[in-house]
């Protein structure tokens, strides 16, 4: 078990994080396990930062621990961390002006992903068994694929997100990072409530119009492996998934995303003058704020079309397989610029799919390229999500061949 305090090799904890280890109760199946949480959830007698100081400095200790925290002590897991975050969520980089950059473990001179940057860096170094973090356009995939682990963001829905910071509850989810595919599953169970669609795999999707834009040496090293595996899951066929529509998709998600954030996180901005926002999240802000009502129809509007595509899709019985991610992480120190925001771009247009639909998807350490880990995803029906994380261990011992 790791030991408590830290050794923060990797920047991976904020400030103020726990002082002592919230202990599990009893015993049960994460008995033995440790786990970190993301700087979102509320711990009662600690206050949450959201990413941002003056949010922390205004804050009042929470009076509650959040329910997906307390399902985990009562499983016998034990707390030992409060990890960084990007500032408000509202960025995939990793990197938070106010708290610094933190180092990628899996390959030092790239960034982790954001924005739940610090629990991934956190299981990647070691430091914890598992950690949790939140996923509203790609913040547990992301780092989960730039960090070489297993990532979670479930149905929508289906992980209580009581205690947790709202950005856009639409899309908003709680999920989890682990190094490992048996406690990958066993943490997922323990989170999941609602109903369980269960259908044996009978078809793969592979989705072409994903990896048609996405980094020629991710699209090589995802190849290799999906033929490693083309004995282990049925055959794969391609398809182009948006039917053309993945530019429109993308913006419908930020559009929308953006004006649920006027009534979440916005009004505590505008209200503090104290509150000073670090490049590239300022302008997110001023963006989110200038979004309209008609607009936000027009993009809700695409968002239905665009469900009922995925939906016809992945039906049970069928995962929709893409890369985790278009690029490899950007070199960490990057400045916000013209390169981060086509990463963004392209980013979101391959992470919106499951947050427009509502679906379950997995990221998997499925390749390495230049010694940078590349993760491969699958995309499950509505409440595939224990089929999706018994799948990964299925194939975790061949995955393992390809690192």
């Known amino acids: 078990m790791p030991l408590f305090p830290q050794d923060d090799a990797v920047g991976a904890l904020v400030p103020h994080t726990l002082k002592a280890p919230l202990t599990g109760l009893g015993s049960g199946p994460l008995t033995g396990r440790t786990f970190m949480v993301k700087d979102l959830f509320a711990i009662a007698g600690q206050r949450v930062g959201n990413g941002n100081p003056a949010f922390y400095a205004h804050a009042e200790p929470a009076t509650e621990t959040a329910a997906v925290i307390q399902r985990l002590l009562d499983a016998g897991g034990t707390c030992t961390g409060i990890t960084l975050c990007d500032e408000f969520f509202y960025s995939v980089l990793g990197t938070n002006v106010h708290y610094g950059a933190l180092v990628n473990p899996r390959a030092p001179g790239r960034v982790t992903g954001g924005s739940s940057c610090g629990s991934a860096a956190a299981v990647a170094a070691g430091m914890c068994d598992f950690a949790l973090g939140s996923d509203t356009g790609g913040s547990i995939r992301v780092p989960a694929s730039f960090c070489g682990l297993y990532g979670l963001r479930p149905t929508f829905g289906r992980i209580d997100m009581a205690g947790a910071t709202e950005m856009a509850p639409s899309f908003d989810t709680v999920g989890v990072f682990a190094r490992d595919a048996a406690l990958f599953r ?218």
């Open 186 to 403: 066993d943490a997922g169970h323990m989170l999941l409530a609602g109903d369980r669609v269960a259908a044996p795999i009978e078809r793969i999707v592979l989705a072409e119009d994903i990896f048609a834009y996405t980094d020629p040496r991710t699209v090589a090293a995802l190849r290799q492996t999906l033929l490693r595996l083309k004995d282990s899951l049925p055959r794969q066929e391609p398809q182009d998934i948006a039917g053309g529509d993945i530019a429109a998709w993308r913006d419908a998600f930020r559009i929308i995303q953006g004006f649920e954030i006027q009534s979440t996180l916005l009004p505590f901005i505008a209200s503090h003058d104290d509150v000073e926002l670090g490049p590239g999240i300022k302008e997110r802000f001023a963006l989110a704020a200038s979004i309209t009502a008609s607009e936000a129809d027009a993009a809700r509007a695409m968002r239905e079309d665009a469900a009922i595509r995925l939906h016809a899709i992945a039906k049970p019985g069928t995962l929709i397989v893409l890369p985790t991610t278009p690029t490899l992480p950007p070199e960490r120190g990057i400045k916000d610029g013209d390169a981060v925001a086509q990463f963004r771009t392209l980013t979101l247009q391959s992470t919106c799919l499951a947050g427009l639909a509502g679906l379950p998807q997995i990221s998997l350490p499925a390749a390495e390229t230049d010694n940078i880990p590349v993760g491969l995803s699958l995309i499950g029906w509505p409440g595939a999500d224990e089929t999706l994380l018994d799948i990964a261990v299925k194939l975790e011992p061949l995955l393992r061949k390809t690192l």
